[in-house]
């Protein structure tokens, strides 16, 4: 699929939205502001902020990937590690929470997004070709 028509994949307009809302998130409960330089921060919650953003911003790249890919195993590769990053969201949210961020509606609004987002996932990942599985049969 060429780029310019990734907008009209429901999934990855899921994924760029879960990008800006855990932007936004990480610039609230974060000690350093500048979130590009979120990784030189020693601080733990300042480290798991970096890694959700990224994580975030990996997403959409993956399944843009995924749109493009003639390869199967390249599909059932880079979905699998989708899959991955998801759990490794709900797993920054928790890390959140236990380093005491007190905002728990705003962790809350990011599980619904990763949860929404999952789902649109699931069914997008269920519905791509697999070329040559047919002859398996």
């Known amino acids: ?10 999934v990855y307009r899921k994924a760029l939205a879960l990008c800006e809302i855990s932007s936004h998130i990480a610039s609230y409960v974060s000690f350093n502001k500048d979130l590009i330089k979120l990784y030189e921060s020693n601080s733990l919650r300042d480290t798991i902020a970096d ?18 890919s003639t390869s199967n195993v390249e599909r059932i590769h880079t979905t699998t590690f989708i899959n991955i990053m998801i759990q490794n969201l709900n797993s920054y949210c928790l890390g959140l929470e236990k380093d005491g961020v007190q905002e728990m509606e705003y962790l809350n609004l990011l599980r619904s997004e990763i949860l929404s987002f999952r789902t649109s996932f699931r069914k997008w990942s269920g519905s791509l070709p697999n070329p040559g599985l047919e002859n398996l049969n």
């Open 1 to 10: 699929m060429v780029n310019e028509n990734l907008g009209s994949v429901p």
């Open 51 to 68: 890694s959700l953003v990224t994580d975030t911003h990996l997403i959409p790249q993956k399944i843009a990937q995924v749109e493009s």
